[in-house]
């Protein structure tokens, strides 16, 4: 009885499961066609789990895509979210059948045919819409070619290089591959080459502006063999007008206001260091808010950055101005004579120095060359009298011939001298030895660079030293506004142009 009761419920579920199929497969009369029929006859054999052309080559999947909306461009996470219809085409040869009319079936049969594994190599959600239905069609013509479309909504990673934001170009990429099958069993194409891709002609976006898109076709290569892979490229140029009315024009305004100040007297403190203090506040203000929207990466210098750094340090810059101003107006006086005096200072420290370097040179010559010449000069001397002394002696104690023999060797006293003089002469000052009197111009002129350097420090001193405190403000109303307005020529050109 069991083993009835058990053969009749195998027996009802395969008559469920026959009748819900043959439900699937319903008749359905276009124009006085049958059907169900041909799609019974499509489907008799028919293995979905088995690519087409299993054993004679790869199949050639076509693709084209359509660009309904691309919701968010978001600078923080780095990626886009766009909505596009995806369609493929390819040719099963087990799904020619005779007509000239292409046949349009329900989305949910598309369970009983195979199609690509394709998936979206950079998404990072993705979803399939399905409502109210799954949005997803399939169409099968005579020749055995299936047309397989699907609205999908997906977010897409985008590496952005935002050096130069808000005046930067973008250029993602929308990449598509297979998953299971190598290059040796499924190859992609573009239907229509760049054509292949529509819709961003007439898209609107808010910041952006689409300049131009391509697509291209190439293999990606893992571990576990090569893909097809198609890539479509679209470059996003960011309209800068927002960014010129929310953040350029209210921070050169402010240092503008700034500048204020230099028309402002000295003496009314409250007032310039009011104006200062306020537009520091309000600067940092506003590059805290300029940053917001942006991701906080350190690799990251962008444009607009520098351009609020340029500005605050513009306001910062003319605060200091009033303070080095206000300063030099009070101590003024006290700051007159203590350069006078330190130029006094240092006049004497020279004039000491120089005195004391000419008689340390002069007694070192005297030293080295004056005091050897007189050593020579008093011996030389000496002996003249020694031989004058003996020949006194000699006259008055001997005979006259005598005294007449030695008066020769007197005689010769005078050539010996002579040669002495000779001796002495060389080692004179002027004789072979002219150094000594060239040396002393040498610290007359060691001198005189000395003063020279010193008078161009005192000259540098004088500059630096303000006359009237009240000129720094004259000063300030010319050079900053240049400077800002150079500055400005210089960040535009290079932005822009390079």
Same mark, same amino acid.
């Given at each position: 009885?069991?083993?009835?009761?058990?053969?009749?419920?195998?027996?009802?579920?395969?008559?469920? %499961?026959?009748?819900?199929?043959?439900?699937?497969?319903?008749?359905?009369?276009?124009?006085?066609? $049958?059907?169900?029929?041909?799609?019974?006859?499509? &489907?008799?054999?028919?293995?979905?789990?088995?690519?087409?052309?299993?054993?004679?080559?790869?199949? @050639?999947?076509?693709?084209?895509?359509?660009?309904? =909306?691309?919701?968010? *461009?978001?600078?923080?996470?780095?990626?886009?979210?766009?909505?596009?219809?995806?369609?493929?085409?390819?040719?099963?040869?087990?799904?020619?059948?005779e007509g000239n009319k292409s046949l349009s079936l329900d989305g949910r049969l598309v369970e009983l045919l195979w199609v690509?594994?394709?998936?979206?190599?950079?998404?990072?959600?993705?979803?399939?819409? !399905?409502?109210?239905?799954?949005?997803?069609?399939?169409?099968?013509?005579?020749?055995?070619?299936?047309?397989?479309?699907?609205? *999908?909504?997906?977010?897409?990673?985008?590496?952005?290089?935002?050096?130069?934001?808000?005046?930067?170009?973008?250029?993602?990429?929308?990449?598509?591959?297979?998953?299971?099958?190598?290059?040796?069993?499924?190859?992609?194409?573009?239907?229509?080459?760049?054509?292949?891709?529509?819709?961003?002609?007439?898209?609107?976006?808010?910041?952006?502006?689409?300049?131009?898109?391509?697509?291209?076709?190439?293999?990606?290569?893992?571990?576990?063999?090569?893909?097809?892979?198609?890539?479509?490229?679209?470059?996003?140029?960011?309209?800068?007008?927002?960014?010129?009315?929310?953040?350029?024009?209210?921070? =050169?305004?402010?240092?503008?206001?700034?500048?204020?100040? +230099?028309? $402002?007297?000295?003496? @009314?403190? #409250?007032?310039?260091?009011?104006?200062?203090?306020?537009?520091?506040?309000?600067?940092?203000?506003?590059?805290?808010?300029?940053?917001?929207?942006?991701?906080?990466?350190?690799?990251? *210098?962008?444009?607009?950055?520098?351009?609020?750094?340029?500005? +605050?340090?513009? $306001?910062?810059?003319?605060?200091?101005?009033?303070?080095?101003?206000?300063?030099?107006?009070?101590?003024?006086? !006290?700051?007159?004579?203590?350069?006078?005096?330190?130029?006094?200072?240092?006049?004497?420290?020279?004039?000491?120095?120089?005195?004391?370097?000419?008689?340390?040179?002069?007694?070192?010559?005297?030293?080295?060359?004056?005091?050897?010449?007189?050593?020579?000069?008093?011996?030389?001397? &000496?002996?003249?009298?020694?031989?004058? *002394?003996?020949?006194?002696?000699?006259?008055?104690?001997?005979?006259?011939?005598?005294?007449?023999?030695?008066?020769?060797?007197?005689?010769?006293?005078?050539?010996?001298?002579?040669?002495?003089?000779?001796?002495?002469?060389? %080692? %004179? #000052?002027?004789?072979?030895?002219?150094?000594?009197?060239?040396?002393?111009?040498?610290?007359?002129?060691?001198?005189?660079?000395?003063?020279?350097?010193?008078?161009? $420090? +005192?000259?540098?001193?004088?500059?630096?030293?303000?006359?009237?405190?009240?000129?720094?403000?004259?000063? @300030?109303?010319?050079?900053?506004?240049? @400077?800002?307005?150079?500055?400005?020529?210089?960040?535009?050109?290079?932005?822009?142009?390079?």
């Open positions: 009885m069991a083993s009835s009761v058990s053969g009749g419920t195998v027996l009802t579920i395969l008559l469920i %499961s026959r009748l819900l199929e043959n439900s699937l497969l319903s008749a359905e009369v276009k124009e006085g066609e $049958i059907l169900p029929p041909t799609i019974q006859r499509l &489907m008799k054999g028919y293995n979905k789990y088995l690519r087409p052309f299993f054993d004679n080559g790869p199949v @050639s999947v076509g693709m084209s895509l359509d660009i309904a =909306s691309i919701d968010t *461009i978001s600078e923080i996470n780095m990626d886009y979210t766009a909505t596009i219809f995806l369609r493929q085409r390819w040719t099963d040869e087990r799904l020619v059948f690509p594994d394709t998936f979206i190599v950079d998404s990072k959600k993705s979803f399939l819409h !399905d409502i109210t239905v799954e949005n997803r069609l399939i169409r099968i013509f005579p020749n055995g070619t299936v047309l397989y479309a699907l609205r *999908i909504t997906t977010t897409v990673a985008c590496n952005m290089d935002l050096t130069k934001y808000p005046m930067d170009k973008q250029t993602c990429t929308l990449q598509l591959e297979s998953w299971g099958y190598n290059i040796n069993d499924v190859m992609f194409y573009w239907t229509r080459g760049n054509e292949s891709v529509s819709g961003l002609d007439t898209l609107q976006l808010a910041q952006y502006t689409v300049e131009d898109h391509y697509t291209s076709v190439s293999e990606a290569v893992y571990e576990t063999g090569s893909y097809p892979k198609l890539v479509f490229h679209f470059e996003l140029k960011r309209s800068i007008l927002y960014f010129i009315l929310e953040t350029y024009v209210p921070s =050169s305004l402010l240092v503008v206001l700034s500048w204020v100040s +230099f028309w $402002i007297s000295l003496s @009314s403190v #409250p007032a310039r260091i009011c104006i200062g203090v306020t537009t520091v506040l309000t600067m940092t203000t506003l590059m805290m808010g300029a940053r917001t929207s942006l991701p906080n990466a350190n690799c990251f *210098i962008k444009a607009i950055d520098v351009y609020l750094g340029i500005c +605050f340090s513009f $306001i910062f810059g003319a605060l200091i101005e009033y303070a080095v101003a206000h300063f030099c107006s009070l101590s003024h006086a !006290d700051a007159h004579m203590f350069m006078v005096r330190l130029l006094h200072i240092n006049i004497t420290v020279v004039v000491m120095t120089v005195a004391m370097v000419t008689v340390s040179v002069f007694i070192v010559m005297v030293s080295v060359f004056v005091i050897p010449v007189i050593l020579i000069l008093y011996s030389h001397q &000496m002996q003249e009298m020694e031989d004058e *002394i003996n020949g006194i002696v000699t006259t008055i104690t001997s005979h006259s011939h005598r005294a007449k023999r030695r008066k020769e060797p007197a005689g010769t006293t005078p050539p010996a001298h002579a040669s002495t003089q000779l001796t002495v002469s060389p %080692s %004179s #000052p002027s004789g072979s030895e002219p150094k000594p009197e060239a040396s002393p111009p040498e610290p007359t002129n060691l001198c005189l660079t000395t003063l020279a350097t010193f008078r161009k $420090i +005192f000259r540098l001193i004088s500059c630096c030293h303000v006359e009237n405190p009240h000129h720094i403000d004259n000063y @300030s109303r010319v050079a900053f506004p240049l @400077s800002f307005v150079g500055v400005n020529l210089l960040y535009w050109t290079y932005y822009l142009y390079l």
